[in-house]
């Protein structure tokens, strides 16, 4: 039997989290939104603001309705606020110890029978489930960028997940709305398996000459039927996290497939991220991105 799921906790308010947090309210659960400090609180709680407004002002939401979204999301930098939590859901930085030592402190504060989920886009689930004292209660919840619009969630059962726990996860997508695919717990799941070698390949095409960055883009979107280029793809996932996800399958199955190509670690090493941080294959310091002129 599922457990009964009404209080969620997200931990990160970042890229993945605000989203999870806003598909969560949206589908009636109480939400607790967890930053490390208050300005980076309000900016996940922002962005999500003004994805509600938009809905309003697209005439798919109404006002009340969004506004009780929003009532239903109460953000904390204090872990304490999450201890009646239901299920947590973890959507920090891809960095197994900075995931470790967020569960210890968490597993001591959080009701013993609550569920914990990863957000993991690489890491094995089993090596965070073991961390904490509850091994059958922790399962993957995968959602795609972003989160409100994407259809997907991957659901990872770990070698130490119970029936039960598993059932929780797989209900719990599902009342959001969300098609839940089970997985198992082999890195990158079904969807980073094929499609991080999809954008690294993109890269070596365009370090051998194929194409420039906007051809091998407006190429698969005409010649794919992709809703975006490979390239804006990996800045819009962010090229930061691109190469955490690619390092963690090159280590875990030492395939040239997985490996950086030098273009990603030369753009890594500029700090350039992508959309977020302004610049990656393209510059989006304008109102419309534009081709990175170093390209
Ligand atoms: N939050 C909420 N809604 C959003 C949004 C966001 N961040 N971005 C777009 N939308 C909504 C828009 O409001 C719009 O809604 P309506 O149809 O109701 O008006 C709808 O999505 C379409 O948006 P746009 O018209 O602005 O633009 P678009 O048609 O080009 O779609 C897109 C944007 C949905 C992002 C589309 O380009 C797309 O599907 N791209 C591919 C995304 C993808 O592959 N994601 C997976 C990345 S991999 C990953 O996440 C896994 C990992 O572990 C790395």
Redesign the pocket.
């Known amino acids: 039997m599922p457990q009964q799921i009404k209080q969620v906790g997200v931990l990160g308010a970042g890229l993945m989290g605000h ?1 999870i947090a806003q598909v969560a309210a949206q589908a009636g659960y109480e939400v607790v939104l967890r930053e490390v400090d208050d300005a980076t609180l309000q900016k996940g709680i922002g962005k999500i603001e003004k ?1 509600l407004a ?1 809905a309003v002002e ?1 005439g ?1 939401s109404s006002q009340e309705d969004a506004d009780a979204v929003r009532g239903r999301i109460a953000g904390t930098t204090d872990y304490k606020d999450l201890a009646g939590c239901d299920l947590v859901i973890e959507a920090i930085t891809e960095s197994l110890p900075l995931k470790l030592e967020m569960w210890k402190e968490l597993d001591a504060i959080v009701k013993p029978e609550a569920v914990f989920a990863t957000n993991t ?1 690489s890491l094995a689930v089993i090596d965070q489930a073991a961390a904490t004292s509850r091994p059958g209660q922790f399962v993957g919840l ?1 959602y ?3 989160a ?3 259809k997907l969630v991957e659901v990872v059962r770990a070698l130490t997940t119970t029936e039960e726990a598993f059932e929780t996860a797989l209900q719990f997508a599902r009342s959001e709305g969300k098609l839940a695919i089970p997985t198992k717990d082999k890195a990158g799941f079904i ?2 398996r094929l ?1 991080v070698p999809y954008m690294l390949d993109a890269m070596r095409a365009y370090e051998e000459g194929v194409g420039s960055v906007a051809e091998i883009d407006e190429a698969m979107k005409a010649g794919a039927g992709h ?2 280029g490979p390239l804006t ?1 990996a800045d ?2 962010g090229l930061d ?1 691109l190469g955490s ?1 690619c390092d963690v399958l090159f280590d875990e199955f030492r395939e040239r497939r997985f490996a950086r190509p030098p273009t990603l670690r030369k753009m890594l090493a500029a700090g350039w991220y992508g959309r977020k941080s302004g610049t990656g294959f393209y510059d989006y310091s304008g109102e419309e991105p534009r081709e990175n002129p170093a390209f």
């Open positions: 989203g994805q938009r697209k798919k886009s995968h795609f960028n972003p409100q619009v994407m969807v980073n499609l809703p975006m793809l819009f996932v996290t996800i």
